[in-house]
């Protein structure tokens, strides 16, 4: 198993910047394929950037193409999101994912096994 710690929530003014940090212990970090899923109020959980278990391959979701970055160290054991031009409508609860093992970076929620508690971005207008 593996447990997933999301950081660097806070609230910012649009057009403003973040970097989330999702910081993995348990298992080889190595080993897990990553996301990052966001949840607003009232909304189901969407994805947002995935990246596979070496880096090569990245999938950012369209709405925030060109603004985030998804990025991992993995001698850190650490995967990240650098969120640029920060809009209101990004506002939401940001989950960090792992999945086991795969070749790809997954865009779909059911393909990840373990998920952290989430980090609260909040962006003022």
């Known amino acids: 198993q593996v447990q997933l710690v999301e950081s660097g929530g806070e609230l910012v003014q649009a057009g403003g910047s973040l970097r989330l940090s999702c910081a993995a212990s348990?298992?080889?970090?190595?080993?897990?394929?990553m996301g990052w899923f966001r949840q607003a109020p009232g909304k189901e959980r969407g994805f947002v950037a995935a990246?596979?278990?070496?880096?090569?391959?990245?999938y950012h979701a369209d709405s925030v193409k060109g603004r985030f970055t998804i990025s991992r160290d993995n001698a850190k054991n650490t995967v990240y999101l650098q969120m640029n031009s920060l809009k209101p409508e990004d506002t939401a609860v940001y989950y960090c994912?792992?999945?086991?093992?795969?070749?790809?970076?997954?865009?779909?929620?059911?393909?990840?096994?373990?998920w952290g508690q989430g980090t609260q971005v909040t962006v003022s207008s």
């Open positions: 994912a792992a999945r086991v093992g795969g070749s790809d970076a997954y865009t779909v929620a059911y393909e990840y096994d373990f």
């Open positions: 990246i596979s278990l070496s880096g090569s391959k990245t």
């Open positions: 348990g298992r080889t970090f190595s080993n897990y394929a």
